[in-house]
C-alpha cells in the first residue's frame, strides 16, 4: 500500500504519530494509499523548520525571489499533464477539468512573479523640515494554508505563491483526502531553488489544524473550506493573535431574465453546475428562471444533460467524474431522496444509470424549488441544480440578497441597464453577466460576502499580497551638514 508522508525541511518525512487515514480513487471505490497523520509535535518541527528558514529567505533580494518563482512558473508549466493525472487519481476530476484547475494556479504564480513590482512602497520628500517619509511592506513571517479536497492544486498556488513570494516561509495542510499534488509541487518548489524549509507540507486532520491555530510562531493563517469550518477557523485564529482569511461555503445563484440568449444560457447553467461534478464554490447551483422563460428553460437544459459522459478519467472522452467519497455521494443522493417529500419535482434523477463502480451521482435536475427546502438551503456541493421560478427581476434579486450566502452569482440578460443596476445593488462578492462562474483572473482577487468570508482580505491577487505582508513607516531626518542643532519637538507640516 502506498504510504504519504510529510514535507519538512525539504524532504519526505514519514509520519511518526500512528495515526493515517485512508486515501481512495473514487473512479473505483478503491483504496490507493494510507496517508500520515501529523501529531502537533510534527506540526512543531514543520513549522520551526519554518522559522530557521524565513529569516534567510526574507533577507533575499526581490530579484533572487522574482528568478525562484519563474523557475516554479516553468517546472508546473513543463509538468502540468503529470500534476493533472496524479490530481485525477486522487480526486476523481477528469483530466480536462485537473488540466483546467492547474492552469488557474499557474496564473497566480505568474501575478507572484512581479513581487518586485508588487511589494513597492511609497515615499514622501520633504514631508516636514528636512524630514522624509516612507513606507515598505515586509513580510509576516510564518504562514500557514488549509486547503479543500475539491482544488488540491489550485487552491494551493492561490496561497503559496504569494506568500513565499513577499518573503514568508509557508506551512501547507492539505485535504487529506487527497494529498499527493502538495507533495508534488513540494518537489517541484525544491527543484525551482525554494530553500528547505521555506514550503512545507503536514498532512493531517483537525489535530494538526488546531496545532497550527494555536501555535505562537505562525502569524496567519489562510483557509477555504465550508462556512462552519471557516467560521472555526477564523475564531480561533484571530483569538490567537493571527491573521485570518476563511474563504466558506457557497449557494451562488443564476438569473434568467425573459430577453436572455436562452441557449446561451442553458449552456451555462449546465456547464456551471456540473463542471468537475458540482465540487466547486463556484458551482451554479440554483436556477432563478422567470417564469415566462421558466419552462423552455429548464426543457432546454433537460435536453443537453444526456450529451454529457460521465465515467472515470481514465476514458478520455468522459465529462464528468465521480465525487470524492462514498460518504459525500450518499449525502448529495439524499437531497435527491428527499425532493418530492418536499414539494419539489426532480425533473432529471441522478440516481439512475450511475457506472457501477465509484462514487457517482450523473447530473441532476429538481424544479419548483423554493427557500426552506434543504436542496435550497445547503451547500450540496454535488451535480445537482435546482430550479427555483421567480415572476421577475426583483424577485430574483431579493432572493439573491437574502441569501446567507454571498459567493458568486451571474445573470443573463441583454439589457446593459439591467445587468449595472445588478451588479450594483446584488450583495454577492463576484458577479457575473452572461458569465456563469465569475472567478477573477490572477491580478483581481477572490473571494465573497456575508457568510462565504470571514476575514478583512480576499485571496490571491493584490489582497493576497496585503495578507501576506505587513506596512512599516520610516520618518527620517539627516542632520544639515552646515548646521547642527538640538530639536526635542515632533515633526511638523506646518
Known sequence: MNRISHWIDGAVVAGASGRTG???????????????????????????????????????????????????????????????SVLSAEHGKVIADALGEVARGLENVEFACGVPNLLKGGYSEQASAGVDVHSIRQPLGVVAGITPFNFP????????????????????????????????????????????GVFNVVNGDREAVDRLL????????????????????????????????????????????????LDMAADAAVSAAYGSAGERCMAISVLLAVDSVADALVDKIRERIPAIKVGPASDQGNEMGPLISAEHRDKVVSYLDGAAAEGARLVV??????????????PSVIDGVAPGMRCYDDEIFGPVLSVV??????????????????????????????ARDFQFRVNVGMVGVNVPIPVPVSYYSF????????????????????????????????????????????????
Open 22 to 84: 485512508r486515501v481512495f480513487n473514487p473512479a473505483t471505490g478503491e483504496q490507493t494509499a494510507e496517508v500520515d497523520f501529523a501529531s502537533a509535535d510534527e506540526v512543531d518541527r514543520a513549522v520551526a523548520s519554518a522559522v530557521a528558514a524565513q529569516h534567510e529567505w526574507r533577507a533575499a533580494n526581490m530579484s533572487r525571489r522574482a528568478e525562484v518563482l519563474f523557475n516554479i512558473r516553468d517546472l508546473i508549466d513543463a509538468n502540468r499533464k503529470e500534476i493533472a
Open 153 to 196: 492544486a489550485m487552491v494551493p498556488m492561490w496561497m503559496f505563491a504569494n506568500a513565499i513570494a513577499c518573503g514568508n516561509a509557508f506551512v501547507l495542510k492539505p485535504s487529506e483526502k487527497d494529498p499527493s499534488v502538495s507533495l508534488y509541487l513540494a518537489e517541484l518548489l525544491k527543484k525551482a531553488g525554494v530553500p528547505d
Open 214 to 261: 494555536a501555535h505562537p510562531d505562525v502569524a496567519a493563517i489562510s483557509f477555504v473550506g465550508s462556512t462552519p469550518v471557516a467560521r472555526h477557523i477564523h475564531e480561533t485564529g484571530t483569538r490567537n493573535g493571527k491573521r485570518v482569511q476563511a474563504l466558506g461555503g457557497a449557494k451562488n445563484h443564476m438569473l434568467v431574465l425573459p430577453d436572455a440568449d
Open 349 to 362: 434523477d441522478g440516481r439512475e444509470g450511475v457506472p457501477p463502480r465509484g462514487f457517482f451521482v450523473n
Open 389 to 418: 421560478r421567480v415572476p421577475g427581476y426583483e424577485e430574483g434579486l431579493r432572493m439573491i440578497n437574502d441569501n446567507p450566502y454571498g459567493n458568486g452569482v451571474a445573470i443573463f440578460t441583454r439589457d446593459g441597464g439591467v
Open 447 to 494: 473571494g465573497g460576502w456575508k457568510s462565504s468570508l470571514f476575514g478583512d482580505h480576499h485571496m490571491y491577487g493584490p489582497e493576497g499580497i496585503n495578507f501576506f505582508t505587513r506596512t512599516k513607516v520610516v520618518t527620517s531626518r539627516w542632520p544639515d551638514p552646515r548646521t547642527s542643532s538640538v530639536d526635542l519637538g515632533f515633526p511638523q507640516n506646518r
